[in-house]
């Protein structure tokens, strides 16, 4: 922050504990993850620290039942502790984003069984997750996918490549989707595999334009055994899980772009009012304060759309329509402030001194990961307008 330290953004919050969980965040954020962002994301160095206090923390598993470590917090407050920290570091709110993602399969899907040998120490116990959906030649067109898990004795056995996979080559766990029948969506399975696996290994991590401290990488399956009690849900059903858990991580990427846009805005405010030229404090002139406006207003639209959708699926109502409407506006709204934070900044804003350049080109992965929002929009208008006639 180029001049002193942001006003907290105000916040509705159901219960006083909601209150002291936003404050706790707060607290990590500004001592433990903010002051080293630039520095570690300039080396591309990924903060595992940090996600073993969260974990320690109780904040790896805020949406799911106490019973296994979990919160047991609605997704309204969950989507708002994400919000907090990927303001101080994307890296870190979308890493959370993704572990929640990967560890749905089994909190919704898993027996009791699986979940008592397993997830406590998902949502508890320092573990980190990946979620394995992508691959190299199937992204947008999931259904597609090529990885097998074939039937061996009491086992499977699966082969395959997965890509674009958000902490591979670190994660503990991975969630696999894998074809187990014919083609299409109905012949593919979930798994629970571990990261230790005998013949699982990642790729040299993606070189990417942001998000560099967040390793992204091919994961290869040569072979991997995995007894069926890793199996999730029934056979067939992994595509039906899989496009229930991106329902819920979708807001998880709003909230995360809500939390990058406010980053910004908070940078442009700060330079804006603290620069003088013509012996006036810039933020006075007229083109930038409503610049500065207009980027605060669609930072409030995407704060209450994904609020919004997250108190549908807290009461249980249907929520996909919204969680599409809310990734694809908050994520355009975090390209368009952290674009308009660089200018703000001018000369200043084009360079590492400043987090600006930085929040920009983070911003852009958010309009395509889970989901690109060329993907939404079609979502969208199939629940509007229904299906396509051909």
Known sequence: MSDGDPQPVERQLPTEEARDLISLVREIAQREIA???AEEEDAGRFPREVFTLLSASGLLGLPYDAEYGGGEQPYEV?????EELAAARLTVGLGVSVHTLASYALAAYGTKQQQVEHLSAILGG???GAYCLSEPASGSDAASLRTKAVRDGDGWVINGT??????????????VMARTGGEGSHGITAFLVPGDAEGLSAAVPEKKMGMKGSPTAQVHFDDVRVPDERRLGEEGQGFA????ALDSGRLGIAACAVGLAQAALDEAV????GRQQFGHPIADFQGLRFMIADMATQIEAGRALYLAAARLRDAGRPFAKQAAMAKLHCTDTAMKVTTDAVQILGGYGYTADFPAERYMREAKVLQIVEGTNQIQRMVIARHVAGPESR
């Open 162 to 175: 997965k890509a674009w996979i958000t902490h591979g080559g670190i994660a503990d766990f991975y969630t």
């Open 126 to 128: 320092g573990l980190l």
């Open 35 to 37: 002051p080293r962002a």
């Open 78 to 82: 969950y989507l708002q502790v994400l």
């Open 270 to 273: 700060a330079y804006a009012t």
């Open 241 to 244: 899980i899989a496009l229930s």
